[in-house]
């Protein structure tokens, strides 16, 4: 048996089909995986995240902590609230985790990180934050439902009731608001998410976790499972960490080169000298997108081939229920052309590379 979430006898209850993920016991799907990631696309979908980790970090020299600790770079967050995407590298550059921070005041960001590389991370964070004197606060009090999809932010306004929405309801996409003393305790309502939707990611304590499930289901907002999350991600380009990048890649390798703050050329983080390296002389492998011509499925580990010459491997490959076809990540030689071959049980079928994303908002992208 796995850790459990609070949502745990709700998911069997509405009869989710539960699985092993990172150690935790987590619904992959509640029935069809296809419609589920269709309801996301077109109506309301809420997901179980509580297996992230949510890390308060707070001192004096927070930000100068976490100009070091990141590759992107917090002095971008001019305003409170704001959220930013970033890798948290090691000392050779390579991808420890990927995370988004919150800046709520000068002494008080939040960050939020995978639960499959909890341990390492914390390690990490507090191993670098003992120079800095910045305390680090594991929030495990506390939970995360996602609320996804065009309609979600007003169904979920619906469930959050008229006061919290009131101080919610204009909070601008890539932002935090806190409330205090809702019907919920004290939460935060973040407009992020891991789909290509718009919506919200709501931190809540434990103990309403279940009541606030109920209240979303009441708004016909449709439980979702860890499958559809990720034909959603795949679908809007989002990695996933474990597959499309880990500890053996570079952000340069795995797309991410838009995530790492270049300037100012003095801001010293962790892994730069490598990067900067590696920026210089450029890449032998890159992550891109792959879409199938013909029939087939795309899956994790496969080999993709150009002019018969093996040149690289599938790291994240689905159905797309959106664009009708299979779609995926590839890190392959970064000289690649327009099209390659994917050998898919002992044929080698035509696949056309393409820059993700796939589908965002209701629409395909490509």
């Known amino acids: 048996m796995g850790k459990r979430t609070p949502l745990y006898d709700m998911h069997i209850s509405q009869g989710a089909r539960m699985v092993d993920f990172g150690g935790w016991d987590m619904p992959i799907n509640y029935g069809s995986q296809i419609q ?14 509580s297996h992230m980790t949510i890390v308060d970090l707070t001192g ?6 976490l100009r070091y600790l990141l590759a992107n770079n917090v002095d971008r967050l001019k305003d409170k609230g704001k959220a930013l995407y970033s890798c948290m590298l090691t000392e050779q550059g390579t991808v420890i985790d990927d995370l988004i921070v919150y800046y709520v005041d000068d002494n008080f960001y939040r960050m939020v990180v995978n639960s499959s590389t909890r341990e390492k991370d914390l390690a990490w964070i507090n191993k670098q934050a003992e120079k800095f004197n910045v305390s680090v606060t594991v929030r495990d009090e506390l939970t995360m439902i996602a609320v996804q999809g065009p309609n979600a932010r007003d169904k979920a306004h619906l469930a959050l009731g008229k006061d919290t929405t009131a101080q919610v309801k204009d909070t601008a996409v890539f932002f ?7 019907s919920l305790g004290d939460i935060a309502v973040a407009r992020t998410g891991y789909t290509g939707e718009d919506g919200y990611e709501i931190m809540l304590p434990k103990e309403h976790a279940s009541t606030f499930w109920a209240k979303l289901a009441e708004q016909e907002v449709t439980p979702c499972g860890l499958g559809a999350r990720d034909t959603l991600r795949l679908e809007a380009g ?23 703050a270049w300037e100012p050329a003095d801001r010293d ?9 590696q920026r210089a002389e450029g890449v032998d492998k890159k992550l891109v997108g792959l879409v199938l011509e013909d029939k087939g499925v795309l899956r994790n580990h496969q080999t993709v ?6 040149a690289g491997e599938i790291t994240s490959g689905s159905f797309s229920p959106t664009v009708g076809k299979a779609i995926a990540f590839a890190r392959v030689s970064s000289n690649i052309g327009d099209t390659c071959k994917v050998e898919i049980r002992g044929k080698q079928l035509t696949a056309k590379v393409v820059k993700p994303p796939f589908a965002r908002n209701g629409k395909v992208c490509i």
């Open 176 to 182: 935090i608001r806190f409330v205090s003393d809702s």
């Open 269 to 277: 983080f962790i892994g730069r000298a490598v990067l900067d390296k």
């Open 305 to 310: 081939f150009v002019d018969g010459l093996e």
């Open 60 to 65: 004096d020299k927070v930000r100068e902590f």
């Open 238 to 260: 989002m990695n996933l960490y474990g597959s499309d990048m880990d500890e053996s890649t570079t952000p340069l390798e795995a797309a991410l080169a838009w995530t790492v």
């Open 36 to 49: 589920e990631h269709h309801v996301v696309r077109n109506d309301a979908g809420m997901f179980d995240v």
